[in-house]
């Protein structure tokens, strides 16, 4: 089974009187590979503005969902299997090869007697993926995008955290549904993350050696291996509008963010949809319906954003953020992100487990012991790719149960609503007895009832403390501070409840084991345990750091 991963409306019925779509053309690239393609035009016989969605998933062949909405509003619809995908010839490289093969589409799109010239793109994931790739080629005749949760740095989004763990989970579940040999037998999820060592996962998963895995494995810390395959180091070449969805429980959901703010500052249209999902969001959230106001309708939306560059001659569209705020269960929207009323708020840990606006006084650390063969199991949270094996979203944590390996500090029972919007931090003075761990870190909202919902989870590999481009090993003992990424959310904690968090080393298969030995992680099929210490009090004031806003300011 291939994961797709389109925003997708209901089917409809093929209308008659459209004209039968043009199936399987093999459109040419400039080296001679041949990619291909599906196209649906609309009833009027003029040439029309086109919209292209470029997948590795395969490409559609009946006019339905989306397709079918596109259609009925004007335009041609292009879709198309990326190199070495499906139908299309060539072989499948990450990313590397989207540029040209977007740009060249484009330029063979222009060239059809039912286009008008004037191209749009659309497409989730991957398919959002191409749409950044296309627009750092500059073709004039691409005028507008509509990426869904696609990030724009292919370390921080597809394989290593911002704190520089390996995505294990997402990563080896992807190249095992998309790039196995046909007669290979993919084993079970459990099976595939427990492998060791990493290095040679991709056989267990495939059965063959993945090049693009093995590079992925050779460059752990941000080198120039991956400032080459990343848009964010491009950003200054994209010049068209983007209309961004993606999701508070979705891997890629800081990333988003971050592109639309980096867009912004550049003076460049963009706008922002971020809801109470995954990284699909038709899909309800287990242990939690936020219900069916809180799913923006996707196809009307890019309609409208399409419309306004590929069919209004003088296009006016300001910078727009908007974002469900879950707790609060309301839409809200402004012009930036973060909301420019938001404040960061620390709240302390203390040596009786609490979480409290003031520093203590008193030294202290508390301590455990973490064993990389009993690992933290995930759940919940932004996972990728399948809900079905690794489901996503605000999972309730009790069933993890109460475990020594995990540290927690949680506030008195809030006298207040808390409005808590933007990017988590857990900042830490810990030390450890190995020579390189992990430090892990979720926001939990704690219900009067009991409940223990995960909004956001974030980890530190502590050799990238001073950054992911220079790890440097600890000494034992050595006291040292970690500012753990703990992500994203827009959520209120509301009256009666309590802000939790909960501190280890290990959220296992979201992120790879770290082994504790600060020997190579790919290689390395030994475990050690470390003993790991969270201080806190006079000098060493470790806090967590969240963005409120103050009641009633959002809009």
Not at 343 to 349: I, N, S, V
Not at 515 to 523: L, Q
């Amino acid at each position: 089974m291939t994961w797709r991963l389109l925003f997708l409306t209901p089917a409809l019925v093929f209308a008659q009187s459209e004209p039968a779509p043009l199936m399987h053309l093999k459109v040419p690239m400039r080296d001679g590979v041949r990619l291909c393609t599906n196209v649906f035009r609309p009833a009027s016989p003029a040439r029309a503005p086109v919209l292209l969605n470029r997948t590795p998933y395969g490409k559609a062949s009946e006019l339905a969902g989306g397709i079918r909405y596109f259609v009925d509003h004007g335009y041609a619809v292009v879709v198309q299997d990326v190199r070495g995908r499906y139908d299309s010839g060539g072989v499948f490289r990450t990313i590397v090869q989207e540029t040209p093969d977007g740009e060249d589409t484009i330029s063979w799109i222009v060239k059809q007697p039912w286009s008008n010239g004037q191209v749009g793109m659309y497409g989730s994931s991957y398919s959002g993926m191409t749409q950044w790739r296309a627009a750092i080629s500059g073709h004039p005749a691409l005028k507008v995008i509509a990426p869904g949760v696609s990030g724009w740095d292919e370390y921080l989004d597809r394989y290593y955290s911002p704190g520089g763990a390996f995505k294990l989970g997402h990563r080896l579940f992807w190249i095992a549904e998309n790039l196995h040999l046909p007669s290979h037998l993919v084993p079970d999820f459990q099976r595939l993350v427990e492998h060791v060592p990493l290095r040679t996962a991709d056989r267990l998963a495939t059965g063959r050696m993945v090049e693009d895995f093995q590079a992925v494995l050779d460059h752990p810390s941000y080198d120039d291996y991956w400032r080459s395959l990343s848009t964010r180091q491009l950003i200054d070449r994209i010049k068209v509008p983007a209309l961004i969805f993606t999701g508070w429980y979705d891997n890629y959901a800081e990333s988003d963010l971050a592109v639309f703010r980096s867009l912004r500052d550049r003076g460049r249209p963009a706008r922002i949809v971020i809801g109470p999902y995954g990284h699909n969001m038709s899909l309800t959230m287990p242990d939690e319906d936020f219900g069916p106001d809180s799913r923006p309708a996707v196809s009307q939306i890019q309609v409208a954003w399409f419309d306004m560059w590929l069919k209004n001659g003088s296009p006016t569209a300001r910078t727009l953020a908007r974002w469900y705020t879950t707790g609060a269960n309301v839409w809200r929207e402004e012009e930036s992100w973060p909301p420019e009323e938001m404040t960061p708020r620390a709240y302390y840990l203390d040596d009786v487990g609490k979480l409290s606006p003031v520093p203590s006084r008193k030294s202290h650390s508390d301590r455990f012991t973490y064993d990389p063969r009993h690992p933290v199991p995930t759940r919940g949270g932004s996972v990728c790719c399948n809900f079905k094996v690794f489901p996503w979203g605000p999972m309730d944590q009790r069933p993890l149960g109460d475990r020594a390996d995990v540290l927690v500090f949680q506030s008195a029972p809030l006298d207040n609503d808390l409005d808590v919007t933007g990017a988590v931090q857990a900042v830490l003075y810990v030390s450890t007895s190995a020579p390189d761990t992990d430090f892990t870190a979720k926001l939990v909202d704690l219900y009067p009832d009991g409940r223990r919902r995960l909004l956001c989870d974030g980890i530190l590999r502590l050799r990238y403390r001073e950054g992911l481009e220079h790890p440097k090993f600890v000494k034992a003992g050595e006291v040292v501070k970690a500012a753990i990424p703990v992500g994203v959310t827009s959520h209120v904690f509301l009256t009666g409840h309590r802000v939790r968090l909960e501190i280890s080393s290990s959220n296992f298969p979201r992120f790879d084991r770290n082994p504790n030995t600060g020997r190579p992680i790919a290689d390395e099929t030994h475990w050690r345990t470390a003993e790991q210490s969270v201080w806190h009090g006079t000098g060493r004031a470790s806090h967590l750091l969240l963005p409120v806003v103050p009641h009633g300011t959002a809009k």
